[in-house]
């Protein structure tokens, strides 16, 4: 019987610390975050401007994730935290946190690279909570659950979240590729996907940029595009002679599609740390909590990460 491989840590003294400094309240609200607090900035319209900034919005809805605290406790959390800090700031009120959210950009916190990067692409649902939650506890199972879709781009290497897309549960990952991809500013090596992104569609947007398309063709997939013919040939048909060549299986390994389920892998960290649900009752909003989670997400794994090794038996 085969057994389970097994992984040791070599860097566990950092990255223990990484884990605490997560849960660090100063991580969350530093020097940098008070001094921004107040809105600095004017509208030019009529009627006064908006008195608390989009970073102090922006840090109450990340606060309100990061400690899974609902609206009202993570108002006097803040709160406390600022009287025991010894400053004199006034903090949203959970109506104002979630009139403001819907309207929040927010800018996902990436380190820059010199070189191209690989992105892994996937998508996973997000469970809603409210009146559909309470038909199903009430009535059993409906026809038609609702939930919402998070689309990530994430960076192979690094394991940053590059590009996130949130839509509803009847848009399937394909129409949500270029969005995601037009999100990403580097140079992009590789495009690594499920079979969920086997369209021609998905294949152009990536050769848009230049990349690498490293999508498994279905099992019916058939050549669109010979060789004898003049145009050049299309990466799909390209992909798919080569699995006709060698297997499916070796074309994943030559190819490096497995690197895809590092995508699985960001999914993982964000159900664990988050939850995987949504407190927020309107789109706008529901979309806007999970690119905080993303960016917060993204913050986590600058800290450090785990750096293992496998144990040879």
Partial sequence: MKTKAQYKVRNWNAYDACLKQRGSITFWVNEEI??????QQKTGRKGA???????????????????????RQAEGFLESLFMLMGIELAV???????????????ELPVIPKDKAVHVVVDSTGVKVYGEGEWKVRTHGVAKRRTWRKLHLGVDSESGEILGAVVTTNDIADCEALPDI????????????????????????TITERGAKATIPP???????????????????????????????????????YHRRSLSETAI????????????????????????LQCAALNRMIQLGKPDSYKVEN
Wanted: aromatic share 10%; with cysteine.
């Fill in 34 to 39: 008070i001094e921004q607090w107040r809105n």
């Fill in 92 to 106: 949203p009120d959970h109506s104002t946190l979630s009139r403001r959210l819907s309207k929040l950009s927010v």
């Fill in 218 to 256: 279905r099992s019916n997939a058939k050549i669109q595009q010979h060789l004898h013919e003049l145009a050049q040939p299309h990466p799909r048909d390209e992909n798919l002679r080569r699995v006709n060549q060698v297997g499916r299986k070796q074309w994943k390994q030559e190819s490096g």
């Fill in 181 to 204: 991809l037009e999100q990403i500013e580097q140079p992009i090596e590789q495009v690594s996907g499920d079979g969920g992104y086997d369209t021609f569609g998905c294949y152009d």
């Fill in 268 to 291: 993982f960290r964000l159900k664990t740390i988050f939850g995987g649900k949504l407190r927020r009752r309107f789109f706008d909003n529901q979309a806007v909590e999970l690119f």
């Fill in 49 to 71: 401007s908006n008195y608390y900034s989009d970073v102090a919005i922006a840090t109450m809805g990340t606060i309100q994730s990061v400690f899974n605290l609902p609206g």
